[in-house]
């Protein structure tokens, strides 16, 4: 019915006036129930705008819908809508939430300076952090992609655009600037990611606005009017954030990139080991099968800090790293070449694996000569099997390689251990109701190994603890205490506000 409405409008518009009756008219395939059919009463499968706005939330319904190819149907439901809510409105949220919360602690505030409401996040900020540079990079390249999107009126590449810019700003930037927030001394590092986080949100709720108004309006309100005042009384009241093309650096993006491809990779590789991400290791060796192998020593240390180990070097052969055996898929080649089936197996064992399993993982085809003619084979036809050389842990995608050293000395044990001390009082703050930032007195009881560790690691476990006093001896009546045991070993831990 709305279709032939539309249609009869631009029938009778077309016949009358000569002229179109409006200059865009934007439709959805059908809208369908969560089952896939229809909505009725009488099938208990349709639901009332309002019962959706009331339980889904009005944003989380317009996200539904613009995160959708609009020529596919669009089946509706709660099941759906909770899906969208976490996939971006939750961490949305999680890290305006993050954000409000430090600020609010450290009393931060924007810098006073030349300000236009219509723009108020100013100018992109200055910093020498290659986080700071690179999220501010992401930015700017997201405002470019969807201002042409929704010139495009094209909403569905709009909110890809935006769920891979909070993904890197929630799963990268925040996660990886966390320690820039918690330390307690206001340095300009610590200024540059408050300024940076701040803008980024800003600019970003402003580009989101169209698209989930309500949502955005309630962070400007904290964000921008919370703290100045002058403001617009409302986002949908500024103008459409402009992308800062100076700040767009394609090289960085591109290394950065690489810096997330190799740690999560290496992360991969410790978990295929079994070695937790707590437990120090000695290096990470990376091979590049194409583009650039190199990363500068900020993103080195980034990549070594996340994967935990202590050193990361670029190796040239993937040999190095890991060795290939190349067989034949008997399955398929065996009904095909027949009795010349035996040459192929011996035509592929005398190709150099390396080069066979690089060409496989890019997609080309593996030739070779039989008979006097040249014989290509796909990638299904070929099986390659990779062992890890000894004393790594391997995995590796289409373009990079990761090994991760497995051998533990006992100075990385006892570092392990340390960091696991760590985590067991961090989560016995949580559990006493401490707030993050109370400082505390320690005490333990522990024995051998682990009392070794407490001395030996004491200034690392107090300063990751907010502990201002670390006691060896049985902790006081009024303490919080837990037992724990870790790695086998049993240690009593009690915690005290100061």
Request: glycine share 6%; net charge negative.
């Amino acid at each position: 019915q709305f279709r032939n409405w539309f249609y009869s409008l631009l029938a009778m518009a077309t016949v009358l006036e000569n002229q179109p009756p409006f200059l865009e008219n934007f439709g959805y395939a059908s809208l369908l129930a969560e089952d896939g059919r229809q909505m009725h009463k009488s099938w208990g499968n349709s639901i009332e705008f309002n019962d959706a706005a009331d339980k889904m939330g009005v944003d989380t319904m317009r996200w539904l819908y613009c995160a959708h190819k609009p020529e596919n149907d669009l089946l509706f439901g709660y099941h759906r809508a909770e899906e969208t809510r976490r996939r971006f409105i939750i961490p949305l949220w999680n890290v305006y939430s993050f954000f409000s919360t430090y600020a609010s602690l450290d009393n931060w505030t924007p810098a006073a300076g030349t300000y236009n409401p219509g723009t108020p996040e100013g100018s992109t900020p200055q910093s020498d952090n290659p986080l700071d540079q690179w999220i501010l990079a992401r930015l700017n390249q997201v405002i470019t992609q969807v201002t042409q999107n929704f010139e495009d009126s094209d909403a569905y590449s709009a909110t890809l655009v935006f769920e891979s810019l909070l993904d890197d700003l929630s799963n990268w930037y925040v996660r990886r600037s966390r320690r820039r927030f918690w330390k307690s001394e206001a340095d300009r590092d610590k200024e540059t990611a408050y300024a940076t986080l701040w803008h980024v949100l800003v600019k970003m709720t402003r580009a989101l606005a169209p698209i989930i108004p309500f949502v955005t309006e309630v962070m400007y309100q904290n964000l921008v009017r919370g703290v100045l005042p002058e403001a617009y009384e409302s986002i949908h009241h500024t103008d459409w954030p402009e992308a800062d093309t100076a700040a767009i650096d394609e090289k960085l993006v591109y290394q950065m990139d690489l810096a997330r491809r190799v740690a999560s990779l290496g992360l991969s590789a410790r978990g295929n080991a079994g070695l937790k991400v707590r437990q120090p290791l000695a290096k990470v060796l990376v091979h590049v099968s194409e583009g650039s192998a190199e990363l500068s020593a900020n993103l080195i240390e980034i990549v070594a800090d996340e994967l935990n180990v202590k050193t990361l070097e670029f190796v040239a052969d993937a040999g190095e790293l890991v060795s290939y055996k190349v067989l034949p898929n008997n399955k398929l080649l065996g009904p095909k070449f027949g009795q010349d089936f035996p040459k192929v197996r011996a035509a592929l064992n005398d190709l150099n694996p390396s080069q066979v399993a690089a060409r496989i993982a890019a997609g080309e085809l593996v030739t070779f000569d039989l008979n006097g003619e040249s014989v290509s084979l796909s990638g299904e036809e070929v099986l390659v099997s990779t062992e890890s050389a000894e004393g790594m842990a391997v995995a590796a995608d289409k373009l990079v390689t990761v090994a991760i050293d497995t051998v533990l000395t006992p100075a990385l044990k006892a570092e392990g251990l340390a960091r696991e001390v760590v985590r067991r009082i961090q989560a016995q703050r949580k559990n006493a109701d401490f707030n993050i930032e109370d400082r505390i007195t320690t005490w333990y009881v522990a024995e051998d190994e682990l009392a070794e560790v407490f001395a030996a690691w004491g200034e690392y476990i107090q300063a990751e603890t907010l502990t201002t006093a670390l006691v060896a001896g049985e902790p006081p009546a009024e303490a919080f205490v837990e037992r724990h045991k870790v790695e086998g070993a049993e240690v009593t831990i009690g915690i005290k506000q100061n």
